[in-house]
């Protein structure tokens, strides 16, 4: 009995509202007699959720037509089964009774482009070409995203130009391209070409101008859309975030009308980011209040805000909340910021459990290890940590030279410090920067060798290590060295003339030294400048 006779099953499948209801409605079909039925077997397909699910229904028909092979090719796209996809598409090509046609390659270039599969998508264009329909909208379309997304526009914007027809997807397609390889000039251009815009377009060139740094220019576009979606606000939230401006960030957060976790993602994480560890916990506080459940970037900023105020309780309830989650914490970024989180929290037997655990470890979560066991002061283990990520070849860049050489500074390992100092330089070809030379000379002003600190700090420019020198005067100060602080406090008197600590510090050096005239030349040469000391002000 065909199905239109049958409007018991179609009153059925229209109200299937979930997966228990669909596997109840499937054996009813199966006992109907109706599971080779092509039309119905492509309602369950398109009302199952389940991939493996809707595999197991399409592969109990014995010849699929076209029709099939394209709903669940879509599915395998959908999700990004991006070997299901080709697999299906090789069994389809072997089917006489099932065709390629232009509702396939859409879904298998689709498939292609949620890799970056390049070669893959280029033989698919090369099939859709012989089988007349690469000129299709879709398929076009398609194309023009697989192409902007590997980076190929000249190839995408090809496509465009060949296409007799095109869509409000096609030219998006294209501005979403330009704008990936950096070229905001033509994305624009081609934004400004466009015959009707939607909503994602708007949000495609408002993206485009947040990554290149230009939120004068994205907010005008966002202030200009006649219609605004969620994705419109987080962008520019983010883009805010990124540039440091948490206020500008927060108000259009609070003009949303509607928030979801991305949203909430990126004023969490903007704040955490921008040294606003405190309101980065409140808001998070505020997203459970309002039921909105995270995700694992959200607590990923979470974690990083948390070691920023370096609040043991409140790492404990993290680390408690995640263990009772659905969140994956063995993934590489959760495990790295819960070692972080702990070590810099001061529950080091916690991090290292957790270190331990790692099926690898990568130069953060070496680094976050480093770190936390320098602030506790281990570091004559952190060292040793250190020498054992060089040996199992993990290649240290400039920010884990800076950690190695503060925990030398701190644990006074002079040794060690120039050693790390020198393969830096001529290992790893690491071009030292200010912070670097700030550490050495911590390290050895803290030992007292306050000449080779000053030797060292001669040898480079002068200008790029004002924080090596206030380094350098504030040993002089420590040992009591008059003659190399008045040396230095000159060159910092140049760099900061406005600087008040410089003046203060040189003050301190001539008083332990009893050398009361050179103290007040130095608060007249203040008052001189106009240089202000900040008054110290006491809680008590």
Same mark, same amino acid.
């Given at each position: 009995?065909?199905?239109?006779?049958?409007?018991?099953?179609?009153?059925?499948?229209?109200?299937?509202?979930?997966?228990?209801?669909?596997?109840?409605?499937?054996?009813?079909?199966?006992?109907?007699?109706?599971?080779?039925?092509?039309?119905?077997?492509?309602?369950?397909?398109?009302?199952?959720?389940?991939?493996?699910?809707?595999?197991?229904?399409?592969?109990?028909?014995?010849?699929?037509?076209?029709?099939?092979?394209?709903?669940?090719?879509?599915?395998?796209?959908?999700?990004?089964?991006?070997?299901?996809?080709?697999?299906?598409?090789?069994?389809?090509?072997?089917?006489?009774?099932?065709?390629?046609?232009?509702?396939?390659?859409?879904?298998?270039?689709?498939?292609?482009?949620?890799?970056?599969?390049?070669?893959?998508?280029?033989?698919?264009?090369?099939?859709?070409?012989?089988?007349?329909?690469?000129?299709?909208?879709?398929?076009?379309?398609?194309?023009?995203?697989?192409?902007?997304?590997?980076?190929?526009?000249?190839?995408?914007?090809?496509?465009?130009?060949?296409?007799?027809?095109?869509?409000?997807?096609?030219?998006?397609?294209?501005?979403?391209?330009?704008?990936?390889?950096?070229?905001?000039?033509?994305?624009?251009?081609?934004? &400004?070409? #466009? *015959?009707?815009?939607? =909503?994602? %377009?708007?949000? /495609?060139?408002? $993206? !485009?101008?947040? @990554?290149? +740094?230009?939120?004068?220019?994205?907010?005008?576009?966002? &202030?200009? #859309? *006649?219609?605004?979606? =969620?994705? %419109?606000?987080? /962008?520019?939230? $983010? !883009?805010?975030? @990124?540039? +440091?401006?948490?206020?500008?960030?927060?108000?259009?957060?609070?003009?949303? *009308?509607?928030?979801?976790?991305?949203?909430?993602? /990126?004023?969490?994480? !903007?704040?955490?980011?921008? +040294?606003?560890?405190?309101?980065?916990?409140?808001?998070?506080?505020?997203?459970?209040?309002?039921?909105?459940?995270?995700?694992?970037?959200?607590?990923?900023?979470?974690?990083?805000?948390?070691?920023?105020?370096?609040?043991?309780?409140?790492?404990?309830?993290?680390?408690?909340?995640?263990?009772?989650?659905?969140?994956?914490?063995?993934?590489?970024?959760?495990?790295?910021?819960?070692?972080?989180?702990?070590?810099?929290?001061?529950?080091?037997?916690?991090?290292?459990?957790?270190?331990?655990?790692?099926?690898?470890?990568?130069?953060?979560?070496?680094?976050?290890?480093?770190?936390?066991?320098?602030?506790?002061?281990?570091?004559?283990?952190?060292?040793?940590?250190?020498?054992?990520?060089?040996?199992?070849?993990?290649?240290?860049?400039?920010?884990?030279?800076?950690?190695?050489?503060?925990?030398?500074?701190?644990?006074?390992?002079?040794?060690?410090?120039?050693?790390?100092?020198?393969?830096?330089?001529?290992?790893?070809?690491?071009?030292?920067?200010?912070?670097?030379?700030?550490?050495?000379?911590?390290?050895?002003?803290?030992?007292?060798?306050?000449?080779?600190?000053?030797?060292?700090?001669?040898?480079?420019?002068?200008?790029?290590?004002?924080?090596?020198?206030?380094?350098?005067?504030?040993?002089?100060?420590?040992?009591?060295?008059?003659?190399?602080?008045?040396?230095?406090?000159?060159?910092?008197?140049?760099?900061?003339?406005?600087?008040?600590?410089?003046?203060?510090?040189?003050?301190?050096?001539?008083?332990?030294?009893?050398?009361?005239?050179?103290?007040?030349?130095?608060?007249?040469?203040?008052?001189?400048?106009?240089?202000?000391?900040?008054?110290?002000?006491?809680?008590?």
């Amino acid at each position: 009995m065909p199905v239109s006779s049958s409007p018991s099953i179609l009153s059925l499948l229209r109200s299937c509202k979930n997966e228990f209801h669909l596997h109840q409605l499937h054996a009813h079909i199966i006992r109907k007699g109706f599971e080779q039925d092509h039309f119905v077997v492509s309602q369950l397909l398109s009302l199952s959720t389940s991939v493996s699910y809707s595999k197991s229904i399409f592969d109990r028909v014995f010849a699929p037509s076209t029709v099939l092979y394209n709903i669940l090719l879509n599915i395998y796209s959908k999700r990004s089964l991006f070997d299901n996809a080709i697999s299906l598409f090789v069994r389809m090509k072997l089917c006489p009774q099932a065709l390629p046609d232009k509702y396939t390659y859409p879904s298998l270039i689709k498939s292609c482009s949620n890799e970056c599969k390049l070669k893959e998508g280029e033989v698919f264009h090369g099939m859709a070409i012989r089988c007349g329909v690469s000129l299709d909208v879709y398929v076009g379309s398609s194309l023009i995203d697989l192409y902007g997304k590997c980076k190929e526009i000249v190839s995408a914007h090809r496509v465009f130009s060949e296409m007799s027809q095109r869509n409000v997807v096609s030219w998006t397609a294209l501005i979403v391209g330009y704008v990936n390889v950096g070229d905001l000039d033509n994305g624009k251009r081609m934004f &400004d070409l #466009m *015959p009707e815009r939607n =909503v994602m %377009s708007w949000n /495609a060139m408002i $993206d !485009g101008c947040v @990554k290149g +740094g230009d939120l004068s220019t994205a907010r005008k576009l966002f &202030d200009e #859309m *006649p219609e605004r979606d =969620v994705v %419109s606000y987080t /962008a520019m939230i $983010d !883009g805010y975030a @990124k540039a +440091g401006d948490m206020e500008s960030a927060r108000s259009l957060f609070e003009e949303a *009308p509607k928030r979801d976790i991305v949203a909430w993602s /990126a004023l969490i994480w !903007g704040y955490a980011q921008n +040294g606003q560890p405190n309101e980065a916990v409140d808001m998070f506080m505020q997203m459970l209040r309002t039921n909105v459940k995270p995700d694992e970037f959200v607590m990923v900023s979470l974690m990083s805000a948390c070691s920023q105020v370096a609040n043991l309780d409140l790492a404990k309830w993290v680390d408690a909340y995640l263990s009772q989650s659905s969140i994956d914490t063995g993934q590489a970024h959760v495990a790295t910021a819960l070692v972080d989180m702990n070590a810099k929290c001061g529950n080091m037997d916690r991090a290292k459990k957790l270190f331990a655990e790692m099926p690898t470890r990568d130069l953060i979560a070496y680094c976050s290890m480093i770190q936390g066991l320098t602030i506790h002061g281990r570091t004559d283990q952190a060292v040793v940590l250190f020498d054992r990520m060089l040996n199992e070849g993990i290649t240290p860049d400039e920010g884990a030279f800076t950690v190695i050489l503060t925990a030398c500074s701190r644990g006074g390992l002079v040794n060690q410090g120039w050693y790390y100092f020198q393969i830096m330089k001529d290992k790893y070809s690491v071009v030292p920067t200010p912070g670097h030379y700030a550490c050495m000379v911590d390290l050895l002003g803290r030992a007292g060798q306050l000449n080779s600190a000053y030797e060292l700090l001669k040898s480079v420019p002068v200008s790029s290590n004002v924080c090596a020198w206030g380094a350098l005067l504030g040993a002089c100060k420590l040992y009591c060295d008059v003659e190399l602080g008045q040396i230095v406090a000159n060159e910092l008197f140049e760099l900061e003339p406005q600087n008040a600590a410089n003046y203060v510090l040189l003050s301190n050096i001539y008083a332990a030294a009893d050398r009361w005239l050179d103290v007040s030349l130095v608060r007249e040469k203040m008052n001189e400048r106009g240089v202000r000391k900040i008054p110290g002000r006491s809680w008590i």
